[in-house]
């Protein structure tokens, strides 16, 4: 699976976003979509997953209620709709491929990632 961020930007408290994912390769609707996110001088961390069918989700505490993970199999997507953003949000977010039924929340759990797309949130 090749996968393709986009969506960042520059956005002030408060705003919405939404990330989008492309993934390319024929494994794509079998496969666990995840988002993470890398702040600078910080790990990367787990931001949302859902399973292969769409019938699951998980998204870490910090963004419970303001973020939402989707997925789109027939367009090969994945997205991450983001509200009520806050200057913590600020990171590169990353979109990533797991060959596996279940929900991973390690960086380590998948094994096909993007490169990345900057979303920097103004105070």
């Known amino acids: 699976v090749q996968l393709q961020a986009s969506g960042g930007g520059l956005v002030q408290a408060g705003d919405s976003l939404r990330l989008s994912c492309a993934a390319s390769?024929?494994?794509?609707?079998?496969?666990?979509m995840g988002w993470f996110r890398q702040a600078p001088g910080k790990e990367r961390e787990f931001v949302a997953a859902i399973r292969s069918t769409g019938g699951r989700t998980s998204h870490a505490d910090s963004v419970k209620g303001r973020f939402t993970i989707s997925r789109d199999n027939a367009k090969n997507m994945v997205y991450l709709q983001m509200n009520s953003l806050k200057p913590e949000d600020t990171a590169v977010y990353y979109c990533a491929a797991r060959d596996n039924y279940y929900i991973g929340v390690e960086t380590s759990d998948y094994a096909y990632w993007g490169q990345g797309t900057q979303v920097t949130v103004s105070s």
């Open positions: 390769g024929r494994t794509f609707s079998s496969s666990v």
